[in-house]
Every structure is written in structure tokens, then in C-alpha cells.
């Protein structure tokens, strides 16, 4: 299975370490495919020209992602500033997203853009990615799977915008009870979506395929940070799944790469002073 990842990255500054590492949720999830087992991964999307987005270019050169399609501007790269509490849970406290190079750009693909994606099996991106512009576009050609994050990201209106593209939806959904999760999953099941899923941290994930109900604990771990971790288990279940069609093997294999995640800082490593 080959995956390529489009739209946000950023570098994660964690300020009582003084450390900076790469992420963004498109990154993470086409590093963690990688990790889990994918044939090969790309990432396309907006960096700047500074010392952070050198950090995270490097960083994808190391895991071996194909950042050849990225559009590098002068001006400071995305940047999230974080917090970690007692548990290891991720606080964030602020952004650059005023002044910072790819939430001032959109983002618009060519048609070499849209052959180059058509040379990988499976396409991801997020409700931070600022693309619902290119859905259409990229679902034509290839599957769409897209993470909501939490439902401060989105409404109704915003599903029924996205979801007619997708054929994965994921969402994070920690505050929700089941008859929330239960009644979201078959709103965005009749928009067309085939894969619906929501994790919930520390409780189980729940996923439907198609309308059959699937649950997957997360694995023991002792926590360090929790960044990334939501997107590494998209990242770990896409790996899988898509090649496969098992939902069964593909959930384990999300919530190991979740638990692998939660085992050291930042999304996937790559801590440097800033």
C-alpha cells in the first residue's frame, strides 16, 4: 500500500523542554503508515524557509518520505507551542497561525500534482489542511481518508460539504458518549462513507465498516506524551487496511502504533533546541 499525505505540517514547540519536533496531522499520519508497514509514503504541502521547516524536511528525508512536491516560501514555518501535563497528555497554549507561511497560502494543485498523487494508492488529509477545495479533485482519482479531529472542528454543514469525497472519516472523540458516537457514525455512513472511525484516548476506539460495529482497546503503555498519537493509529490502521481489508488486524496494528507513539516525545521524534 502506498499513501501519500496531503496538507498541514508544523513544528511542535514544547516550551518547559525548550525543544521543537516536526508534526502536523498529514506528516504524522503518512510517517506513521510508513512505520507500519506502507510500500512508500509522500507528503505535499506548505512549508516555510526557516530553521524549523529545515527540521522537518530533514526529518522526512530520514523516514523516507517523498517530500519532492513540497512548496517551500520565504517566511516562518507553521509552529504549535505545547505543554505537557502530569499524565502526558499534550496542552496547547498557542500557534503562529497569524503570521506563519501555511495558513497564508492555499494551497492549489496542478495537474502534475494530481498525476503524482494518482501514483499512490490512498489519499490523506485533515480539517487543518485547508483543502476542501481540491476534494473533488483528489477523490476522482483516488480513495480520500480524512481526519475531523474533535467536533470543535466541525458541523453538520462541514460534514455534508466533506463527506460525499471520503471514503475513510476519522474523528477524535474523547468527550463523547456512545449514543453520540453511535448516531455521528450513521449520519456520515449515509453521506457515503464507507470506513467510519473515533478514537477516544484512553477508552476504545469505535470503527464501523459499512455499519458493522468493531471496538479496539488501546494497548499497555507506560506515557510519556501523547502527541500524535490519534494520528499515528490512522496512520497504523490506513497501513494496514487498505492493503488488506481486515478490520480486525488493521485496529490492532492502529493501536500499536498509537502505543508506540505515546512512548516518547513529540509525534514521531526528532527533538531539536530551537
Given amino acids: 500500500m502506498k499513501l501519500i499525505a496531503i496538507g498541514d505540517n508544523v513544528v511542535d514547540y514544547y516550551q518547559d523542554q525548550r525543544m521543537m519536533y516536526p508534526g502536523g496531522n498529514a506528516l504524522n499520519v503518512a510517517v506513521a503508515a510508513k512505520r507500519s508497514g506502507a510500500e512508500s509514503c509522500a ?10 521547516a529545515s527540521h522537518v524536511i530533514e526529518c522526512m528525508r530520514l ?23 502530569e499524565e502526558g497528555d499534550r496542552i496547547f497554549v498557542g500557534t503562529n497561525r497569524g503570521i506563519r507561511m501555511p495558513s497564508l497560502l492555499q494551497l492549489k494543485l496542478t495537474e502534475d500534482d494530481l498525476a503524482y498523487a494518482e501514483e499512490y494508492d490512498l489519499i490523506h488529509t485533515s ?36 463527506c460525499p469525497h ?23 455512513h449515509e453521506l457515503g462513507v464507507k470506513v467510519v472511525g473515533v478514537t477516544r484516548g ?7 465498516e459499512a455499519g458493522v460495529l468493531y ?28 492493503g488488506k ?28 533546541k530551537k
Fill in 127 to 162: 480539517v487543518n489542511s485547508d483543502i476542501e477545495h481540491e476534494l473533488a479533485r483528489l477523490s476522482a482519482r483516488r480513495p480520500v481518508a480524512f481526519d475531523f479531529s474533535t467536533r470543535k472542528k466541525w458541523d453538520e454543514a462541514y460534514l455534508r460539504q466533506v
Fill in 245 to 272: 481489508g481486515d478490520m480486525r488486524e488493521a485496529l490492532a496494528a492502529a493501536a500499536q502504533a498509537a502505543a508506540t507513539t505515546c512512548g516518547h516525545f513529540g509525534a514521531f521524534g526528532y527533538g531539536t
Fill in 202 to 208: 484512553a477508552d476504545p476506539a469505535r470503527f464501523s
Fill in 63 to 85: 523516514e523516507g518520505i517523498d517530500a519532492s512536491r513540497i512548496r517551500r516560501t520565504y517566511g516562518p514555518n507553521g509552529e504549535a507551542v505545547v505543554t505537557l501535563n
Fill in 43 to 52: 507528503y505535499l504541502g506548505i512549508t516555510g524557509d526557516d530553521a524549523a
Fill in 215 to 242: 471496538a479496539q482497546e488501546p494497548m499497555p503503555v507506560r506515557i510519556v506524551d501523547t502527541m500524535g498519537a490519534g494520528d499515528s493509529f490512522i496512520g497504523g490502521f490506513l497501513a494496514s487496511y487498505h
Fill in 166 to 188: 471520503l471514503t475513510y472519516a476519522f474523528f477524535s472523540g474523547s468527550d463523547m458518549g456512545d449514543s453520540e458516537i453511535a448516531e455521528l457514525t450513521a449520519f456520515v
